[in-house]
């Protein structure tokens, strides 16, 4: 692969990338030291400019940083997520302190995620059970849904601020909606769960696990706004439409070797996704849904089944990293096919993933 950029984090082990909103050439970086079990967490704000990846900004925090959200109200400012349990906005024009802190929960904080519609309120998960809704107006929370277990992942639908989701130890998807009536379920509106074989036969092939396992990510579709993916620590990933949470999943992907840290659906594409695994590569897929017609029939004749489960497809492999690969993410702008990808060798790459298509 010809087209790479890289950049070192010596010391801190990465956890988390997200590419800025509002910039092409500014991403950041959540890391922690010492992989995260004991220490510092950093910050890395980097620009990529003429001299290639250079820091723009760094923040320290007294615990490690596990995950990371660009505001969609100020293109300066970014949340990061720490392992005591406090969520931390920072400015890139103040220096060295957070210009907020939220803390309420009671073990480490592992996911945020800001709202993309209304850009008011942003959302965080934690190992402590819950999931939390914030204003970075206020320091106390909005609202608490709880969960029950370890939950490692939240996210708001692209398309309605009062849907969130999230996944857990518990190997079951939620969704909540704000808008139902608070009640014994604490808006919990579905519970998937996603190891279960779906009624309908599944496609030819190797056979997902149905044994309930850690789900440790989750992104939604950005074209087809019902649909999410999931992925964890039985290594498959999978694709639910939340109108149907009993129909089990829509397609199903097998090809990493180890568990699934992290995925991303592309802002480019509907069917393209990619995901970051801890047998150290990222792999792109489709999930089979523009599959032209004809071919879709065929499947189904020779599967002999109406609605047959898809098998998604696996495009290509990064293989540069040589360690855990923890987070991925698009960048929104240009051709619509750069991806940073980060992990525990200390290194950010940024890359074309049009060239897997390629075979470069």
């Not at 909606?177 to 608070?182: F, H, I």
């Not at 097998?254 to 047998?279: C, F, K, M, N, T």
């Not at 089979?288 to 189904?300: A, I, K, V």
Request: charged residues 15%; proline residues 7%; contains cysteine.
């Amino acid at each position: 692969m010809a087209s790479m950029l890289e950049f070192r984090t010596p010391g801190w082990n990465p956890y988390a990338v997200k590419y800025s909103p509002y910039y092409d050439s500014r991403i950041a970086v959540a890391s922690a030291a010492n992989y995260g079990i004991v220490g510092n967490g950093r910050l890395f704000c980097l620009g990529l400019g003429p001299q290639g990846v250079q820091v723009e900004k760094s923040f320290d925090t007294n615990d490690a940083q596990y995950d990371l959200a660009w505001s969609e109200i100020n293109e300066n400012q970014l949340l990061v997520a720490c392992g005591d349990g406090s969520i931390k906005l920072y400015d890139i024009n103040v220096n060295e302190f957070p210009v907020m802190n939220f803390h309420e929960h009671k073990r480490e904080t592992f996911s945020v995620a800001w709202s993309p519609v209304t850009k008011d309120t942003f959302a965080s998960s934690s190992w402590d059970g819950t999931i939390k809704i914030w204003s970075p107006a206020r320091k106390d929370s909005i609202t608490t849904l709880p969960v029950g277990n370890c939950t490692y992942s939240t996210s708001y639908c692209p398309s309605n601020p009062q849907i969130i989701s999230a996944v857990s130890t518990d190997s079951h998807l939620r969704i909540f909606d704000l808008r139902t009536p608070v009640n014994a379920q604490y808006h919990l509106t579905a519970k998937i769960p996603v190891h279960v074989h779906p009624p309908a036969p599944l496609p030819q092939g190797p056979v997902p696990p149905a044994v309930p396992a850690e789900i440790l990510t989750h992104d939604w579709n950005k074209y087809s706004q019902t649909v999410i993916a999931t992925g964890g620590v039985d290594k498959a990933i999978r694709t639910f439409d939340i109108r149907n949470p009993a129909a089990g999943p829509a397609s199903v992907m097998l090809g990493h070797e180890y568990a699934v840290r992290r995925l991303a659906w592309s802002p480019h594409a509907q069917d393209v996704l990619i995901s970051a695994s801890y047998d150290m590569t990222v792999r792109l897929w489709t999930d089979g849904s523009t599959m032209p017609q004809q071919q879709r029939q065929q499947q189904q004749q020779q599967q002999q089944q109406s609605a047959p489960i898809r098998s998604g497809i696996q495009l290509g492999v990064m293989n540069r990293h040589s360690e855990f690969v923890t987070g991925v993410d698009w960048c929104l702008f240009g051709a619509g096919g750069w991806v940073a990808t980060v992990g525990w060798d200390e290194r950010v790459l940024l890359w074309d993933a049009n060239r897997l298509l390629q075979g470069a």
